[in-house]
């Protein structure tokens, strides 16, 4: 049965000619009544003879050789179907950390419903947009702690989000571990491209490891870090304790993020620094990183045409030998 979705002529401007077909015709016409001759007598009866059907099949010699012509034609164009199937090629893949800071003031209500959540959220969007890419999840407070080894199951590294609480570490903000704790998930990493996103909301103020000195590693192991600084500009309300029924209580406060430190981690490692100061402005730094750090991926088409003119030349052959036959043997007497 043919497909007609996937039938093409590679050269379909030969079919243009086939316009001088019906041209031929009026043409062959024309001569046909041209070149007959009448006779006019008065009467016929001495002429009359037993007539033969021959002489008006003659026309079926002009049939013959048109159609073969018009086969002969239609081959030029070259018909053919095409089957094309799709291979994809991924070239470069990229190991992804994201070191997310737990810390109190990461309840902080500027972001809504709070810093974390609103982070969560943007958090399991990009991870749905890295199919091709293993990701891990390292969180740090005044320490830090690998929550997910780096995996290519995204079922995993969602759900590791989605459980991501506040108190889970001691108080502080110690960056350098969070850092570090990144850096070492990615150190025996065989992937070509090294990313860690590193997001905060506060200043350095706990841990053993100094920030510049986990850069300095992560410079060395060619990783690249994109820093983001999470928090409004000005006051925002953070937690500052809780009342009888364990319920947060809070207060306005003064937003303050070390841009400096977070801008130094950026640039030593050839990342980017970026500052979060509502939902929208978070949601469109991931979008960001998430363009520029593509995994490259090539599509292969393979075409395969299965040829139609072959059958239509065998056509116009053998009208052409039905006509010579023809034309040699029981039209001989009449041409």
Same mark, same amino acid.
């Not at 850069?215 to 500009?233: Q, R």
């Not at 309300?237 to 977070?262: A, H, N, T, W």
């Not at 239509?312 to 053998?318: D, E, K, S």
């Given at each position: 049965?043919?497909?007609?979705?996937?039938?093409?002529?590679?050269n379909p *401007?030969?079919?243009?000619?086939?316009?001088?077909?019906?041209?031929?015709?009026?043409?062959?016409?024309l001569?046909?009544?041209?070149e007959? /001759?009448?006779? @006019?007598?008065s009467?016929?009866k001495g002429? @009359?003879?037993?007539g033969?059907?021959?002489?008006?099949?003659?026309p079926l010699?002009?049939i013959?050789?048109?159609?073969?012509?018009?086969?002969?034609?239609?081959?030029l164009a070259?018909?053919?179907?095409?089957?094309?199937?799709t291979?994809?090629?991924?070239?470069r893949?990229?190991?992804?950390?994201? /070191?997310?800071? !737990?810390?109190a003031?990461?309840?902080?209500?500027?972001?809504?419903?709070?810093?974390?959540?609103?982070?969560? !959220?943007?958090a399991?969007?990009?991870?749905n947009?890295?199919?091709?890419?293993?990701?891990?999840?390292?969180?740090?407070a005044?320490?830090?702690? @690998?929550?997910t080894p780096i995996?290519?199951?995204?079922?995993i590294?969602?759900k590791?989000?989605?459980?991501?609480k506040?108190?889970?570490?001691?108080?502080?903000t110690?960056?350098?571990?969070g850092l570090?704790?990144?850096?070492?998930?990615l150190?025996?990493?065989?992937?070509?491209s090294k990313?860690?996103?590193?997001?905060t909301?506060g200043?350095n103020?706990?841990g053993?490891?100094?920030?510049?000195?986990a850069?300095?590693?992560?410079?060395?192991?060619?990783?690249?870090?994109?820093?983001?600084?999470?928090?409004?500009?000005g006051m /925002?309300?953070?937690?500052?304790?809780?009342?009888?029924?364990?319920?947060?209580?809070?207060r306005?406060?003064?937003?303050?993020?070390? *841009?400096?430190?977070?801008?130094?981690i950026?640039n030593?490692t050839?990342?980017?620094?970026?500052?979060?100061?509502?939902?929208?402005?978070?949601?469109? &730094?991931y979008?960001?990183?998430? @363009?520029?750090e593509?995994?490259?991926?090539?599509?292969?088409?393979?075409y395969n045409?299965?040829?139609?003119?072959?059958?239509? &030349?065998? !056509?116009?052959?053998?009208?052409?030998?039905?006509?010579?036959l023809?034309?040699?043997?029981?039209f001989?007497s009449f041409?």
């Amino acid at each position: 049965m043919m497909n007609w979705s996937n039938f093409e002529f590679h050269n379909p *401007e030969f079919l243009w000619l086939l316009i001088l077909i019906p041209l031929f015709g009026i043409w062959y016409y024309l001569i046909r009544k041209n070149e007959t /001759a009448v006779l @006019t007598v008065s009467n016929i009866k001495g002429f @009359t003879t037993k007539g033969s059907i021959i002489p008006k099949l003659r026309p079926l010699l002009a049939i013959l050789r048109v159609s073969a012509i018009s086969f002969l034609l239609v081959a030029l164009a070259r018909p053919r179907n095409v089957a094309v199937s799709t291979k994809i090629k991924t070239n470069r893949g990229i190991d992804i950390v994201m /070191a997310v800071d !737990v810390s109190a003031s990461m309840l902080a209500k500027d972001l809504k419903p709070n810093r974390l959540e609103a982070l969560k !959220v943007v958090a399991t969007n990009f991870v749905n947009r890295r199919p091709n890419d293993r990701i891990g999840i390292v969180v740090y407070a005044g320490e830090s702690f @690998t929550q997910t080894p780096i995996t290519s199951d995204k079922g995993i590294i969602k759900k590791t989000i989605s459980d991501i609480k506040w108190g889970q570490l001691d108080g502080g903000t110690a960056i350098g571990m969070g850092l570090g704790s990144a850096v070492n998930r990615l150190k025996e990493s065989k992937a070509k491209s090294k990313v860690i996103i590193l997001l905060t909301d506060g200043v350095n103020n706990s841990g053993f490891v100094d920030p510049k000195t986990a850069t300095e590693l992560a410079k060395e192991l060619n990783i690249k870090v994109y820093t983001v600084g999470i928090g409004t500009n000005g006051m /925002a309300d953070f937690p500052y304790s809780k009342d009888r029924k364990g319920r947060l209580q809070f207060r306005k406060q003064r937003v303050e993020i070390d *841009e400096d430190l977070l801008q130094f981690i950026a640039n030593e490692t050839k990342g980017q620094y970026f500052r979060a100061t509502d939902n929208t402005k978070l949601q469109d &730094i991931y979008d960001e990183i998430d @363009t520029l750090e593509k995994t490259k991926i090539e599509e292969f088409k393979y075409y395969n045409y299965q040829e139609k003119y072959r059958f239509l &030349i065998c !056509v116009a052959g053998v009208l052409l030998l039905l006509e010579y036959l023809l034309r040699s043997t029981l039209f001989r007497s009449f041409i």
